[in-house]
């Protein structure tokens, strides 16, 4: 029998502000069961553009919204889309989920948007950064200021994001930027920023929660995941990062050659986490 894949834990559906049309759920569920993937979480994006109660971005003064294609997110429109899924695939197990941008900094409107779930998978993300008082995409920052700068910025941003936030399970692309490090700066090496990856991945794992492998973005090494071990990381995730059919489960061979190469293994679970 080949291989069973792992869960693809980071898919973005229609209902993600992003996709542009480009994709449905039916077609994604379609193409996880033709793939042998044995379950999908659809996260969809959960971005806010305002401030909320309780939002902690209010008080520091940074205008919020750094993309003007940003979109609220139709719970319910979506969870209804989850169901119709759900019983046309009744052999492919179908999580909800989100991903929350910059969690630690809308707390207030995250809180309300999650008490109106079931989000059976939750992930924390950083996309934006702070920049002469607003939030833009961080990698716009590389246009401004060294590569290495936005890397170590970024990175210290998302163990404020761990530490400031209890609200996800996952920490999604934990090195985001990474995709679109300069071709002019030479190769990426992780190890030029282990003692950050290292803050980031510390403040994670004591907090007993979970590192995701995002095979969208360039694929971490077997070193880093050694790092997350190190550090008390004990489950992985595997996400795709998808926003067409195509790309879901996409280069997860590689993913787990790597996971597996530093001590992860799937569990008894085949749609649970992999773990030391
Ligand atoms: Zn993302
Ligand atoms: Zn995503």
């Known amino acids: 029998m080949p291989p069973v894949l792992p869960a693809d834990n980071h898919v973005h559906s229609q209902w993600s ?12 569920c379609q193409r996880a069961l033709d793939l042998g993937v044995p379950a999908v979480a659809f996260t969809e994006h959960l971005d806010f553009t305002n401030y909320g109660p309780g939002d ?5 003064g940074i205008k919020p919204g750094w993309w003007d294609a940003t979109r609220p997110l139709d719970v319910t429109g ?15 197990r179908i999580l909800s989920g989100v991903e929350a ?4 900094l809308f707390a207030g409107s995250l809180g309300a948007v999650l008490a109106a779930g079931p989000f059976d998978r939750v992930l924390g993300s950083l996309h934006a950064l702070a920049w002469e008082g607003r939030q833009v995409n961080s990698s716009s920052l590389f ?13 210290a941003e998302v163990a404020a994001l761990v530490k400031g936030s209890d609200a996800f399970e ?12 300069p071709a002019g700066a030479g190769p990426y090496a992780e190890s030029d920023f282990e003692e950050e990856y290292r803050a980031v991945l510390r403040a994670l794992a004591s907090s ?53 190469a530093a001590g992860f293994g799937r569990g008894g679970d085949p749609a649970g986490f992999w773990r030391r």
């Open 17 to 28: 502000y992003d996709t542009f049309g480009r994709v449905s759920m039916v077609d994604e």
């Open 56 to 60: 902690a971005i209010a008080a520091s």
């Open 78 to 92: 979506y969870l209804a889309s989850i169901e119709e899924c759900r019983h046309r695939f009744p052999s492919l």
């Open 101 to 104: 941008g910059e969690p630690h």
């Open 143 to 155: 246009r401004i200021l060294a590569p290495a700068d936005v890397m170590r910025r970024y990175l």
């Open 170 to 181: 996952i920490l999604a692309h934990l090195d985001y930027p990474r995709r679109h490090w």
């Open 208 to 260: 007993g929660r979970v590192l995701e492998l995002n095979t969208y973005s360039p694929l971490a090494s077997v070193t880093l995941l050694r790092w997350w071990r190190d550090e008390g990381g004990a489950a992985v995730s595997f996400g795709s990062d998808a926003h067409v059919a195509s790309r879901v489960a996409d280069k997860f061979r590689q993913a787990v050659e790597i996971a597996e």
